[in-house]
């Protein structure tokens, strides 16, 4: 078992590679017959067809495969498990949700089992006002007691009252990293206790040694979202974290349960809720208000500004990258936005959902990514 888990990590931390490459990989093997050991041991990976690129990055990871295996040795010894995304302990909901971005292995501390419960994820800002510190704790309590697991980031402000609040109430809490989790010792020590009765569970999908890191911790989002059933926002600004999340998540077709803000109240949940999400209110129940719902998608950054035909214009790039792959310029050149920078137009792309990007030299292109999922992969997820 040390062994396949070694080619486990080792294909989930091969670099440069996206997810859902790495999962076509898997859902190739299963098409097979053959064993990620098999993947990596055939000279030519199965025959499986791959870019010049990939095949080289491949061939660095088997070069790896040793240090992999130290790795792993010592993470089973010190108490840690690792899941591999085609475990029937995988989170469902977790591979439901993220499907091909599904992360190809878990590293936990604590009750696996935890991962099959019903789960909610309550989100916010760091510097949560005491509205929404209440709301957290109301919607927490409300989940313990219907044996809902309490999905947490471990931030400050909502994510750690959500924690919290989980365990006064005698719930369960699953704590999302932002970092490896070797390098999370001090929390493992503090809720040592939980952990070991069953209440806490501690996950990671980055390597187990990196630290925090602002790029980690936004990361680290889906994967909460991923974890959740049910999502509830306390308190989001009109940029950073929670409100990345929550707008992606609307995209994606996801309810997300928005508490209605007070009067001259500061934040941005009046228009994630005008944007789609479901408004509640201060213990998380469903409520009518008069926000108007917004028909037109907007951008992160200017509600007001930002109620152009954006939508047009997305179809519009959406059909040209259809057709090859383009840097800004010739996308604002090929569809005569004379009104785009290429910064603003860059800005935008990164924003647009199933579109990747390819550096050649000192030039950033565009392509549209599948969204299919691998027939093979569902049936094996």
């Known amino acids: 078992m040390n062994q396949e888990l070694t080619y ?8 440069k590679m996206w997810t859902a490459k790495k999962n076509e990989i898997i859902a190739f093997c299963f098409q097979q017959g053959k064993s990620i050991i098999d993947f990596f041991s055939s000279d030519q990976f199965l025959g499986m067809e791959l870019k010049p690129q990939e095949i ?15 790795m792993v040795e010592e993470l089973l010894d010190q108490g840690y498990d690792i899941i591999p995304v085609t475990s029937k302990e995988c989170s469902p909901t977790l591979k439901s949700n993220l499907k091909y971005n599904s992360p190809i292995v878990l590293y936990t501390k604590g009750n696996k089992q935890i991962l099959q419960e019903k789960s909610i994820a309550i989100v916010g800002s760091r510097n949560a006002n005491e509205k929404s510190l209440l709301f957290t704790d109301n919607v927490a309590k409300k989940a313990s007691s219907e044996n809902k697991v309490v999905v947490s980031g471990f931030a400050k402000g909502v994510d750690k009252q959500a924690l919290d609040s989980a365990l006064a109430y005698k719930g369960q809490s699953i704590i999302v990293l932002p970092q490896g989790i070797t390098t999370f010792s001090s929390g493992i020590k503090k809720y040592y206790k ?13 390597h187990p040694k990196l630290p925090w890191s602002v790029d980690l911790a ?11 059933s049910e999502i509830y926002a306390a308190q989001s600004d009109d940029k950073g974290g929670t409100w990345s999340g929550v707008t992606e998540g609307l995209k994606k077709g996801r309810q997300i349960y928005v508490r209605v803000p007070e009067k ?20 998380g129940n469903e409520i009518q208000t008069d926000y108007p719902l917004l028909i037109k998608e907007v951008t992160v950054n200017n509600l007001a500004s930002e109620l152009s035909p954006i939508d047009s214009i997305e179809d519009r790039i959406y059909d040209l990258l259809s057709k090859g792959t383009y840097s800004s310029k010739q996308i604002i050149d090929g569809l005569n936005l004379s009104d785009f920078s290429v910064q603003k137009m860059a800005s935008m792309l990164s924003k647009m959902k199933n579109i990747s990007k390819i550096k050649e030299g000192k030039t950033m292109r565009y392509s549209l990514v599948s969204t299919k999922q691998p027939k093979q992969l569902s049936l094996m997820l």
């Open 8 to 15: 486990w990590v080792a294909l989930a931390h091969t670099p």
């Open 56 to 70: 080289e990055l491949l061939q660095q990871t088997k070069n790896e495969l040793a240090n992999y295996a130290f």
């Open 194 to 206: 939980q952990i070991i009765e069953g209440d806490v569970l501690v996950l990671s999908t980055f």
């Open 218 to 228: 936004m990361a680290r989002n889906s994967i909460i979202y991923g974890l959740a």
């Open 264 to 283: 001259r109240e500061k934040c941005a949940n009046q228009t994630l809720i005008s944007m789609g999400a479901i408004p509640v209110d201060i213990d």
